[in-house]
């Protein structure tokens, strides 16, 4: 199976203009149900920004004065990203997103933008398979972290261990997930709404459970990978807890668990 035949290719869309500010990209992003933006200038590519981009830069105590609205586009993407032509296989397009920690990836034919593939694109090719349990793929929770933790330290744990999501357990049990996407709104309303020289000090009272989107359901070990992929893409979150029979936490599968199993020709890993 080739990109051609799975890539979002509604190109306005998913694209920004460099000179617009992440308050509008954040904006476009909830719109079209996206992670990720092209960024354009003069209709030609010149970088990407992404959720965990924004929540970088608002998180930062770089940010002094300045709102989401009057931070541009330009000062947050990343430019010249790496880009993949319609007719490599999935297979590749899912292996590149894997090493390079990428949740998606500019789909370029001679020097033209027509459109871009992102893991739910590869979490759609996984609904299919209704067979393979998710036992062998799932893996330990490494770092987990309170609701009524600062926010801030979330964002460090995050970036520094390079996770795309975190589960938020209470009483040894999961209620909650925390991602590159929360962490950007959070931090994105509260630049919005808190005056300038209140935000040094008022963003360390930022908690987890300000920002986490709660969770009702979750999988087991004999759940399936299509059950995975089918919840993760309902409750549009990037991990999922899973609990054994009795409800004891098992571990964790997330969207680069599934990448790695489309990466690997869909077969789970020896």
């Known amino acids: 199976m080739k990109v051609v035949e799975i890539l ?31 960024c354009m200038s003069d209709e030609k ?32 993407m990343t430019y010249n990203p790496r880009v993949i032509n319609s007719n490599m296989s999935i297979e590749e397009a899912a292996e590149l997103m894997d090493r390079y920690k990428v949740s998606g990836l500019p789909v370029v ?3 033209e933008l027509v459109g871009f593939i992102s893991q739910n694109e590869i979490l759609e090719l996984c609904t299919k398979f209704t067979t393979f349990t998710i036992k062998e793929m799932m893996s330990e929770v490494k770092i987990q972290i309170n609701p009524m933790e600062r926010l801030i330290h979330a964002r460090k744990l995050m970036f520094e261990n390079k996770f795309g999501s975190l589960l938020v357990i209470e009483d040894m049990q ?33 908690l987890v459970q300000d920002a986490m989107k709660q969770l009702n359901e979750h999988i087991t070990p004999e759940s399936t990978i299509a059950d995975a992929a089918n919840l993760m893409l309902k409750l549009g979150v990037r991990a999922l807890p899973v609990l054994s029979q009795v409800g004891s936490l098992n571990g964790i ?11 690997n020709g869909f077969k789970l890993s020896k």
């Open 8 to 38: 979002q290719n509604e190109v306005r869309k998913l694209t920004i203009d460099k000179n617009q500010s992440i308050k509008d990209a954040l904006s476009l992003m909830d719109k079209h149900n996206v992670s990720m933006l092209l």
């Open 45 to 76: 590519l010149v970088g990407m920004i992404t959720e965990r981009d924004i929540a970088d830069r608002l998180g930062s105590s770089r940010v002094k004065q300045l709102s989401p609205s009057r931070i541009h586009v330009s000062g947050v």
């Open 109 to 111: 034919d001679e020097n």
């Open 174 to 206: 999961p209620v909650g997930v925390i991602s590159e996407g929360t962490l950007a709104r959070a931090f994105a309303n509260f630049r919005e709404s808190v005056p300038a020289r209140h935000q040094e000090e008022r963003i360390r009272y930022l």
């Open 253 to 263: 599968i997330t969207k680069g668990d599934l990448t790695r199993f489309v990466a």
